[in-house]
């Protein structure tokens, strides 16, 4: 059978909290923090785990946060694989304001990481790779690791014949999208930056998504669209999912558990189109609650069940 390794190269404990108004120059009085191991493959590593999965957790960790990080994920029963790496673990804030509603999200850039330690990943990996297997890279790049990184790990995955599932932005998307990529799942922004255009219209949104699978060797592109939805791609098939609307708590981590859900329906042989429909109930699901507590999984499959009655386009 298939396994599962996400891959974070950044990740961060990620503290949550409330306050009474936000006002500036004052001393603002929060709740007491709740703490999450974060970062984009720890997400989805945590995401598959609550709709039970199972998942091999590989990420880059340093100092007494790395210590608390790999504690948080032991508590979680997720296995995991360490990175070592001198650097201390960031650290991200989230505060929400409880007359407003409204979040604010505070991320910090994380540590340099040295040659030796993000070329050790790349050995690492290399070793518990399998063919068949799904690896799941998720997150931007922390400082010194090079643009190239996420190409790397794509042709190592195929030079592994394992499945190799990509979610980052920026240049290192752009590196990444010249390796073979099993699936890829960009946002409109993203997917603007790959097709180099400014700006992504409802009209432009298929003829873009096919133009890049003519010139990438990309199997499956799947385009976050937020409260839209998303957009299955394929050479064969073009389809539009919508997402339900829902009360929002929380936007963190909702991108990761697209991705979870993801997978996860591909471990369980679910057509492309079905895939898709659960990415984003997961990721709906994910927006249900406060801080980092990711999607819950009789949410997502009470809206898995409403999105299929739907009319996709």
């Known amino acids: 059978m298939a396994h599962i390794i996400t891959l974070t190269v950044n990740p961060a404990i990620d503290k949550s909290t409330t306050v009474v108004g936000m006002s500036p120059n004052t001393k603002l009085r929060c709740a007491e923090p709740s703490y999450d191991a974060g970062g984009g493959g720890i ?9 039970g999965g199972t998942s091999l957790c590989s990420y880059f960790a340093g100092g007494p946060t790395g210590e608390f990080l790999k504690k948080l994920l032991t508590e979680q029963n997720i296995e995991q694989s360490v990175i070592p790496i001198e650097g201390w673990t960031r650290e991200n804030l989230a505060v929400t304001d409880t007359t407003t509603n409204q979040q604010y999200r505070f ?10 330690e993000w070329k050790s990943a790349l050995t690492q990996l290399e ?33 592994k014949e394992a499945r190799f599932i990509l979610d980052t932005s920026g240049e290192a998307l752009m590196e990444a999208a010249k390796s073979k990529v099993y699936m890829l799942k960009p946002n409109l922004a993203e997917l603007g930056a790959l097709c180099g255009v400014a700006s992504i219209t409802d009209l432009d949104l298929k003829p873009l998504a096919q133009q890049f699978l003519e010139r990438h060797d990309c199997e499956i592109l799947v385009v976050s669209l937020g409260p839209k939805g998303a957009l299955l791609a394929t050479k064969n098939t073009m389809e539009q999912i919508p997402a339900p609307v829902v009360h929002q708590k929380s936007t963190i981590g909702a991108g990761d558990s697209m991705v979870a859900g993801m997978v996860m329906s591909l471990i369980w042989d679910k057509p492309l189109s079905d895939m898709v429909r659960y990415g ?10 406060p801080g980092t507590q ?4 009789e949410d997502a499959d009470r809206l898995y069940d409403w999105i299929k009655e739907q009319k996709s386009t």
Request: net charge positive.
């Open 107 to 116: 991320g910090m850039p994380g540590p340099p990481v040295k040659e030796v």
């Open 43 to 51: 997400n989805v590593s945590r995401a598959i785990r609550k709709l």
């Open 294 to 297: 990711l999607c819950h999984k």
């Open 280 to 289: 984003v109930a997961c990721g709906t699901a994910a927006t249900m609650h």
């Open 127 to 159: 070793q518990q790779l399998h063919k068949g297997d799904y690896l799941v890279a998720s997150g931007k790049l922390p400082p010194h690791v090079p643009e190239n990184f996420y190409l790397k790990v794509g042709r190592m995955a195929e030079k």
